[in-house]
């Protein structure tokens, strides 16, 4: 089971600081950035991290954050893995035992979509973003290719024409001017009182 929990971005620095108590060095970097976006952003992803610790019963307190030489984040202490991601004014998280891809993204108008899909989507993908509303499709396939990269630890620079979202187990879901992706193979159950519709 994958347990997904979205948050508003916002300063949760000092509720972070006092509950994760063995991961200051991983919040000093986060808070030393100069992108206040940036810093609420991720704050706003931890947030809703520790709502999904807490509804599992995990001691968050002894839990220490650290990043891959990717720069993946994860428990250097727990077999629990997790994964966030942000866009706009919201973050999300998954968190399960298996490792875990997911990406959000604000719906926008975007220019030359189809001439960009031809270059990093396959086939499969493109007749997505011709069959259907165009901005949609692009964000579909996009959350999708960055879930997936995201889940196998992959950086941005990998040939995305190699992943193919229309063959790889994902679930997509909408929420007003959002949509988020989750690559895996468990069941998925969001937690929270943001609403968000399965895409079929």
């Not at 040939?159 to 229309?166: A, F, G, H, P, V």
């Amino acid at each position: 089971m994958i347990f997904v929990a979205s948050c508003e971005a916002g300063d949760y620095s000092s509720e972070l600081y006092a509950r994760l108590e063995s991961s200051r060095d991983y919040l000093d970097e986060i808070a030393s950035r100069v992108n206040e976006d940036s810093k609420r952003q991720s704050f706003a992803g931890l947030r809703a991290l520790l709502f999904l610790l807490d509804r599992n019963g995990a001691d968050v307190s002894k839990l220490e954050l650290g990043r891959r030489a990717g720069g993946k984040p994860y428990f250097k202490n727990s077999d629990l893995k997790f994964g966030v991601s942000h866009s706009g004014g919201l973050a999300v998280c998954g968190l399960g035992y298996n490792e875990i891809g997911i990406d959000v993204e604000r719906i926008k108008n975007r220019k030359n979509i189809e001439d960009f899909a031809k270059r990093f989507f396959s086939d499969a993908e493109c007749d997505i973003i011709r069959k259907g509303d165009v901005t949609e499709g692009f964000f579909t396939v996009w959350t999708g290719k960055e879930a997936e990269l995201k889940r196998t630890g992959r950086g941005i620079d990998f040939d995305l024409k190699k992943i193919d979202t229309t063959a790889l187990p994902l679930s997509v879901f909408r929420s007003g001017d959002y949509v988020m992706s989750v690559a895996g193979r468990e069941a998925i159950k969001i937690i929270g009182d943001r609403i968000w519709t399965e895409k079929k």
